[in-house]
C-alpha cells in the first residue's frame, strides 16, 4: 500500500508542477504558487511554488481563509484578484502591502471545478509605479491554467477518493524557474532502498552518459563525478533520507569524452571513457559544475522516504569564464533563490574571511554574525521579489567596510563585495560585534516579523475582547497548525474562559475559576511571565501529575501580560504530538506580547462602553405607563461603533387631557449631548404634564435649550393624543415626520408643518397639525438613524419604512417593532443611535 499512497502523492504533485511552470511560462511572472484548503478548511495551505522558494514566502505557508489577502480572498469569493503594482496594493490590501513592501504585481485565481473551490493560483512579477499589470491575453491564460489545474485534481480525487486538501505537515513542491537558454535540467528519480535511477536524456547529458547505456545504477553516476565529490553525493542522499530534502549540492561532473550521447558542446577532450569505467587519471580530467536538487515526495509513513525525486542544472559556466571570475579582486558570489550560496570566488573568501566549504549551500546571514541582520535577509528578499537590484553595507569586524549589490533574477541572485572606507555615518554607530562571537540571541527572521506584522496588523482593527479573539483565532491556529485555541483572562486573582475555539469542548475546563497561585501550567507561566512549551502528554504527566490530558498531545501556553500586569494566558493545542522549533517559540512569544496588549486595551474599551450604555439606558425611561385603550412600546439601539453616549430620546407623558407622545435627538455622541438630552427630556415632560398646548410646550424647551446654551441643536416630534375625541395635535422641530398605519393597512407620511430645530432661535414658533387616530390605528415615531443612510436621500429611507410598516404582519405591537428594527439590529455597522416609539389605538 504505501507504493500506491507514493504514486498518487507523486501524481498530484505531478499536476502542481505543471500548473505553476505553465502559469509562469505563458505570462510576465517570475513566480507562480499554489495555495490548496486545509483539512478543517480553515486556511489555504501552500502546495507547490515556481521560482520563489517557500523560505522566500516567509509567514505565507499557511493563510486564514477569512484573512484579507489577496490569495484567500480568490479562494473564498470565486475571484480574479488582479493587483498591477505596489500603489495598488497598498490601497486595497494594506496588510500584504505591510508585511511585503515591495515593488510587485501580483495576480490571484480560484482552482476548482464546478462550485466547488479547491484552492487558489497566484502568479507575481516585477512591476514598477503606474504600470497597467497583466495583459487580459495572460490572466486569460492564468484562468485557463488553474481550471485545468482543477479539473485534473477532481479526476484525480474521484479516481483514487482521497480528498482535496493539503494538510500543514505537507512539503510544499518546489520547481526552479524556467530555464534561460543554455541552462540544461535533467530529472530523475532514485530509490534508495534498491539504489535505482530513473533519468531523462538530459540528466544523461549532463553528466556525460550515454543515454541508451546507463545502466541505472547510482554507482555508475558516481563514477563520473570527481573522486573528492563522490562522498558528499552519498551524503546528499542519507540526509535526504532523513529529512526529506536534498540542499543543492555544488558537484563536479566529468565532461564526456568523444561522440557519445552527451551534448555538451564546451570543453570536450580526448579519450573514449563512457563513464562506466573507473576513476582513471582525474588528475587531467575536465570536469564541469553542477547542482543537484532534490527532495523526497510527500511523507506518509516509513515506506515513503524510498525514493528521491530531483533535478539535476547545467548552466555551462564554462571552465575559461570560471577563471576569468576568479582572476577578479571583487569578491562575487551566487545565490540560489532562498538565499544559499551556489558560488564564490576566491576573492569573496578573503574579503569574508570563510572558505567556500563555510559557504556554499548556507544563507550569509546564517554563516556570519556579522551579516546576521534582518536588514540584510530583507534586502534579498526584496530583489527576489521586486526583481531589482539593491546594494547595501556591512561592516566586518573590527572595521572592515564592505559594499554588497545584488543583482537578481529568476534563477537568483549575483553579488558583488568589494572593500569600501568607512562611511560617515558610522562615526556614531554603535560598535560591531565581536568577530567570532555569536549574537546573544537568534536575530528575527523575516518569517517571525511576518507574524508579528500580519497579527499586529490585525488587531489594530479589532476593538472589542471579542473581535480580539476572533482575530488570534483566525491567525495562530492556521499559522502553527494548532486544533484548540483557548484564551483564559485573570478577574479577581482567578482565570475565567474568554474564548475557545476546536472541537474538544472540554479542553482546559480544570482551568476555570483556578486562583493564580494554584501550581498548573496555565498559571504558573503567567506568574513566572515565561512561555511553556509541553510536547507531549507524558512531558504534560511529568510536570503536573493529575491534570486530564484529554485528546490534545502537544500544548503551548503564552503569558499575557500588559504594562507590567497578569491580562491571561493563551493556550494552543495540537491533536498530534508538535515539536516546537527555536522559530516556532520565538514567534508565539512575540505574537504574545501583541496580543497581550490588544486585549487589555480591548477590555478597557469594553468596560467604558457598558458603562457609557448603561449611564444612557439610565437616561431612557425604565418602563412605558400602562393606558387604557392605549398600548405603546419603544426600542433603542446604539451605534455599534464608539463608546459615546448618544442624544436619543423618546417618552409617553400621561396627561390630564389623555397622552404625549415623545420623540428627540440631540446632536452628537456625547458626555453633553447625553446631558442635554436629559435636560430637554425633564423640560418637555414638565411643561406637558401642567397642560401646555403641544406647540407652547416645544416653544418652552427651546428657551431653556437656549438658555442652558450648550452649543447643540436638537429635533423633536411632540403628539399630544386625546382617545375620546379620536383626534391628535402634533408638533415638529426639524424631526422626521411621523408614519401612520390605518386599520385597513393603509400606510402613509403624516406631514406636519415643521419649525426650526430647538436651540435656534428663541423666538422660533412651532404650529400644530390635526390627525385623525381611529381606532385600529399604528404611530410610528423615529429618529433619523433608522432611515438615514450615507449617500442616500433621507426620504428613499423614510418610504422603505413607510412600506416595511405597511407589510409587517405581527400578532402584537412589541413583535411589530422587532420586525420594524431586523434589519438594523442584524447590521455590524450602524453609524447612530436608532430609536422608534409605536403606539396603538383601539
Wanted: hydrophobic residues 40%; proline residues 7%; contains cysteine.
Amino acid at each position: 500500500m504505501g507504493g500506491v499512497t507514493v504514486g498518487k502523492t507523486v501524481e498530484r504533485a505531478d499536476l502542481l508542477a505543471a500548473a505553476v511552470v505553465k502559469a509562469v511560462q505563458g505570462t510576465d511572472a517570475y513566480a507562480a504558487s499554489v495555495f490548496l484548503r486545509s483539512r478543517d478548511r480553515r486556511s489555504v495551505v501552500l502546495a507547490a511554488t515556481c521560482g520563489v522558494p517557500p523560505s522566500q514566502l516567509g509567514g505565507w505557508r499557511f493563510i486564514p481563509v477569512s484573512s484579507p489577502i489577496p490569495i484567500a480572498v480568490a479562494y473564498r469569493s470565486g475571484r480574479t484578484i488582479h493587483l498591477a503594482d505596489a500603489d495598488e496594493t497598498v490601497r486595497r490590501f494594506p496588510q500584504l502591502a505591510v508585511a511585503l513592501p515591495y515593488a510587485f504585481g501580483s495576480c490571484s485565481v480560484p482552482v476548482g471545478t464546478g462550485d466547488e473551490t479547491f484552492g487558489a493560483l497566484a502568479i507575481v512579477w516585477a512591476a514598477e509605479p503606474g504600470t497597467e499589470g497583466l495583459p487580459k491575453a495572460q490572466r486569460r491564460h492564468l484562468r485557463a491554467a488553474a481550471n485545468r489545474l482543477g479539473a485534473s485534481l477532481a479526476a484525480l480525487s474521484a479516481r483514487t477518493g482521497d480528498p482535496i486538501e493539503c494538510d500543514p505537515e505537507t512539503v510544499p513542491v518546489e520547481i526552479p524557474a524556467p530555464s534561460a537558454p543554455g541552462v540544461r535540467v535533467g530529472l530523475f528519480d532514485w530509490d534508495l532502498v534498491t539504489d535505482a535511477l530513473t533519468v531523462d536524456d538530459e540528466f544523461c547529458a549532463i553528466f556525460g552518459l550515454e543515454p541508451g547505456a546507463f545502466d541505472g545504477r547510482a554507482e555508475t553516476l558516481a563514477s563520473r563525478l570527481h573522486p573528492g565529490d563522490r562522498a558528499a553525493f552519498r551524503a546528499a542522499a542519507r540526509a535526504a533520507a532523513a529529512d526529506g530534502r536534498i540542499t543543492a549540492r555544488r558537484l563536479r561532473a566529468r565532461e564526456s569524452r568523444g561522440g557519445g550521447g552527451a551534448r555538451d558542446g564546451g570543453g570536450a577532450g580526448t579519450g573514449g571513457d563512457t563513464g562506466t569505467g573507473g576513476d582513471g587519471d582525474h588528475g587531467s580530467e575536465e570536469y564541469r559544475t553542477i547542482e543537484l536538487w532534490g527532495r523526497v515526495p510527500e511523507v506518509v509513513d516509513d515506506r515513503a522516504r524510498t525514493h528521491l525525486v530531483g533535478a539535476a542544472v547545467d548552466a555551462r559556466a564554462g571552465n575559461a569564464a570560471v577563471a576569468a571570475v576568479e582572476r577578479l579582486r571583487d569578491g562575487l558570489f551566487s545565490l540560489a533563490p532562498d538565499g544559499r550560496v551556489t558560488y564564490t570566488n576566491r576573492s569573496l573568501e578573503q574579503l569574508l574571511g570563510v572558505r567556500d566549504e563555510e559557504l556554499l549551500g548556507q544563507c550569509l546571514w546564517d554563516v556570519l554574525p556579522w551579516l546576521s541582520d534582518p536588514a540584510i535577509e530583507y534586502r534579498h528578499r526584496s530583489v527576489m521579489i521586486s526583481q531589482m537590484p539593491a546594494s547595501f553595507l556591512a561592516c566586518r569586524p573590527p572595521d572592515q567596510w564592505l559594499a554588497f549589490s545584488l543583482h537578481p533574477d529568476a534563477d537568483g541572485v549575483t553579488g558583488r563585495a568589494v572593500a569600501v572606507g568607512r562611511p560617515p555615518s558610522a562615526d556614531t554607530a554603535p560598535a560591531a560585534p565581536a568577530a567570532m562571537a555569536p549574537p546573544a540571541a537568534a536575530p528575527a527572521r523575516l518569517g517571525v516579523m511576518y507574524h508579528v506584522l500580519q497579527l499586529g496588523s490585525a488587531l489594530t482593527e479589532a476593538v472589542t475582547a471579542s473581535e480580539v479573539c476572533d482575530v488570534v483565532a483566525d491567525q495562530l491556529l492556521p499559522a502553527f497548525g494548532g486544533q484548540q485555541l483557548a484564551i483564559y483572562v485573570v478577574r479577581e486573582g482567578t482565570m475565567h474562559l474568554l474564548l475557545h475555539t476546536g472541537h474538544h469542548e472540554s479542553f482546559l475546563d480544570w482551568l476555570e475559576g483556578m486562583p493564580l497561585h494554584a501550581q498548573l501550567p496555565g498559571t504558573e507561566a503567567l506568574t513566572s511571565g515565561v512561555p511553556l512549551f509541553i510536547e507531549s502528554q507524558e512531558d504534560l504527566s511529568e510536570g503536573y501529575p493529575g491534570i486530564p490530558v484529554g485528546e490534545v498531545s502537544s500544548w503551548a501556553y503564552l503569558p499575557l501580560i500588559a504594562s507590567s500586569r497578569p491580562v491571561g494566558t493563551c493556550v494552543l493545542g495540537f491533536d498530534e504530538v508538535h515539536r516546537f522549533t527555536a522559530k516556532d517559540r520565538s514567534v508565539l512569544t512575540a505574537l504574545a506580547g501583541l496580543i497581550a496588549q490588544a486585549l487589555e486595551r480591548a477590555r478597557l474599551y469594553d468596560s467604558e462602553f457598558a458603562l457609557a450604555r448603561g449611564l444612557q439606558q439610565a437616561l431612557l425611561p425604565h418602563r412605558l405607563p400602562v393606558l387604557p385603550d392605549i398600548h405603546t412600546t419603544a426600542r433603542y439601539l446604539p451605534c455599534t461603533k464608539g463608546m459615546d453616549i448618544g442624544g436619543d430620546w423618546y417618552d409617553v407623558i400621561p396627561t390630564g387631557s389623555g397622552v404625549s407622545l415623545v420623540i428627540g435627538d440631540v446632536e452628537g455622541h456625547s458626555i453633553p449631548a447625553a446631558a442635554t438630552m436629559a435636560q430637554l427630556r425633564s423640560a418637555v415632560r414638565a411643561f406637558a404634564t401642567i397642560g401646555h398646548t403641544p406647540g407652547e410646550v416645544l416653544a418652552g424647551a427651546n428657551h431653556i435649550l437656549m438658555d442652558l446654551d450648550p452649543g447643540l441643536l436638537a429635533s423633536c416630534c411632540y403628539v399630544q393624543f386625546d382617545p375620546h375625541t379620536h383626534r391628535a395635535h402634533a408638533v415638529c422641530a426639524g424631526h422626521p415626520p411621523p408614519l401612520l398605519r390605518r386599520p385597513d393597512g393603509t400606510t402613509t407620511v403624516v406631514h406636519l408643518e415643521a419649525g426650526p430645530l430647538l436651540g435656534v432661535d428663541r423666538s422660533s414658533e412651532y404650529p400644530q397639525t390635526p390627525i385623525a387616530l381611529p381606532p385600529g390605528s399604528v404611530l410610528a415615531l423615529y429618529t433619523d438613524g433608522l432611515v438615514e443612510e450615507r449617500s442616500t436621500d433621507i426620504d428613499v429611507g423614510i418610504d422603505r419604512l413607510r412600506a416595511s410598516l405597511a407589510h409587517a404582519r405581527a400578532d402584537s405591537l412589541d413583535e411589530l417593532a422587532d420586525r420594524l428594527l431586523y434589519d438594523a439590529g442584524r447590521s455590524s455597522y450602524r453609524a447612530d443611535d436608532i430609536a422608534l416609539l409605536l403606539t396603538e389605538y383601539g
